[in-house]
C-alpha cells in the first residue's frame, strides 16, 4: 500500500480508505464482528491507515465495532467519521449541518469509538439550511479544541464547498482537506463541478459507491435475486444502462483476467488522475473475500485501448457554461487564436 498527502496537509493517508458501512447487521446486512476482525486485518496487513465510519452508520454499530477493533492500536490509524445524519427521529435539532447537531454528533461519536479525538470529521451531506460561516466556525471550533485533527465534506454542491474553504482561508480557520462523492463507471456527473473545485482547493478526492451499488461487479447480470434487501436499497441503479456499462466493465475483466470490481476500481482512480486530483477511494466489503479482491484492483492500470471503450460507454454532457466554452469558435474569441501557442494554460 502506498500513501498520500491529505489535501493541503500533512496528514499521510493510505491509497484506499476502508468502509464500514458495512460493519455490524442493525440495517439486515452486512457483517457479524468476527468477520469485521478479518476484513480489518487484511487490510492493516496490507498497509492500510485510513478508516471511514459516520455516526449513523448501522445505528451506531459500526462507530462501536471499529473503536472495539482499533483501541489497542488507535494512535496507527486515521480515523474519519461524519455527523448531519438524524441520529434521534422526531428531533429537529439531531440532525443537520448546525452547531448543535455537530457538537451532540461528536460526543456521541468519541464515545462510541471510545478515543479522544477524530482524525478526519466530515460534513456527511449539505442541509439546504445552515450558513456557510456558522459550519466553517463550529468545525474551526472543535478542531481548536483538540477534538478533531482534519476536516472534510460529503455530499455538497461544489459553489457551497468553495464558499466554505474561501471564508476559512481568509479568516484563518481550519480548511477542509478532503472531499467524498460518489463517482463510478454510473455516476459520473461529479466530474462537472466537484472534481474540478476539489482540484482548485487542493482537496483529497475520496470517492464512494466505485462500485455502483454492487452494480459494477456483475452480480446482477442475472437479474435482482428476490428478497435481496441490499438489492432493493439499489435498485435505482439497477437499470438498463447502468447493466449496459456493467456487462462492458465485464468484458473487459475477462479480457485482462480479473474480477469486474478491479475495473471499477482501477478506472476511478485513473479518472482522478485525469483531473489532477490525489484520490483513496472508500472500498467497503461484507466478506474477507470481498475486501481482497477490492484491494487487488489497486494493482491495475488500464490501458488507453480500455479507458477509451469505457469512456464511449459512459460519457456525459458536462452542460452549462463548460460545453459552450469548450466550442471552437468561442476559444477563438477568449484567446485571440493563440491559445496554441500559449504555455502554461491549465488543459
Not at 147 to 153: S, T
Request: proline share 3%; glycine share 10%.
Amino acid at each position: 500500500m502506498r500513501y498520500q498527502l491529505l489535501g493541503r496537509s500533512g496528514l499521510k493517508v493510505s491509497e484506499a480508505c476502508l468502509g464500514t458501512i458495512t460493519f455490524g447487521k442493525e440495517w439486515g446486512y452486512g457483517a457479524s464482528k468476527r468477520t469485521c476482525w478479518k476484513i480489518l486485518d487484511e487490510f492493516a496487513s496490507r498497509g492500510g491507515n485510513f478508516i471511514d465510519t459516520a455516526n449513523n452508520y448501522t445505528d451506531g454499530a459500526s462507530e462501536r465495532i471499529v473503536g472495539e477493533m482499533l483501541q489497542s492500536e488507535r494512535a496507527k490509524f486515521v480515523i474519519g467519521t461524519k455527523y448531519t445524519m438524524s441520529i434521534r427521529a422526531g428531533d429537529p435539532n439531531a440532525s443537520g449541518n448546525h452547531r448543535k447537531s455537530l457538537v451532540q454528533a461528536l460526543e456521541g461519536s468519541l464515545t462510541r469509538l471510545n478515543t479522544d479525538y477524530i482524525d478526519v470529521y466530515w460534513v456527511h451531506a449539505w442541509d439546504g439550511f445552515t450558513p456557510a460561516e456558522e459550519v466553517a466556525r463550529a468545525l474551526d471550533d472543535v478542531v481548536r479544541a483538540g477534538k478533531v485533527l482534519y476536516i472534510g465534506i460529503s455530499d455538497t454542491p461544489a459553489w457551497f464547498v468553495a464558499q466554505s474553504t474561501t471564508m476559512a482561508d481568509l479568516r484563518g480557520w481550519s480548511r477542509f482537506v478532503g472531499l467524498q462523492t460518489e463517482l463510478s463507471l454510473l455516476e459520473r456527473t461529479a466530474e462537472r463541478e466537484l472534481l474540478p473545485m476539489a482540484r482548485t482547493f487542493g482537496l483529497t478526492l475520496v470517492p464512494w459507491g466505485v462500485l455502483g451499488g454492487g452494480v459494477l461487479t456483475g452480480k446482477y447480470a442475472g437479474g435482482v435475486p428476490r428478497g435481496s434487501r441490499r438489492a432493493a436499497k439499489n435498485r435505482d441503479r439497477i437499470t438498463a444502462r447502468n447493466l449496459s456499462i456493467a456487462s462492458e466493465a465485464a468484458t473487459i475483466s475477462a479480457e485482462i483476467g480479473c474480477p469486474p470490481s478491479q475495473v471499477a476500481i482501477a478506472w476511478v482512480r485513473q479518472r482522478a488522475l485525469v483531473h489532477g486530483l490525489g484520490v483513496t477511494p472508500i472500498l467497503g466489503a461484507r466478506t474477507l473475500a470481498q475486501i481482497r479482491e477490492n484491494l487487488d484492483g489497486l494493482k491495475l492500470t488500464l490501458s488507453e485501448g480500455h479507458l477509451e471503450r469505457l469512456e464511449n460507454a459512459t460519457s456525459i454532457s458536462l452542460g452549462f457554461p463548460h460545453e459552450l466554452l469548450a466550442r471552437p469558435s468561442v476559444q477563438n474569441a477568449l484567446h485571440g487564436g493563440v491559445l496554441h501557442l500559449t504555455d502554461g494554460h491549465r488543459p
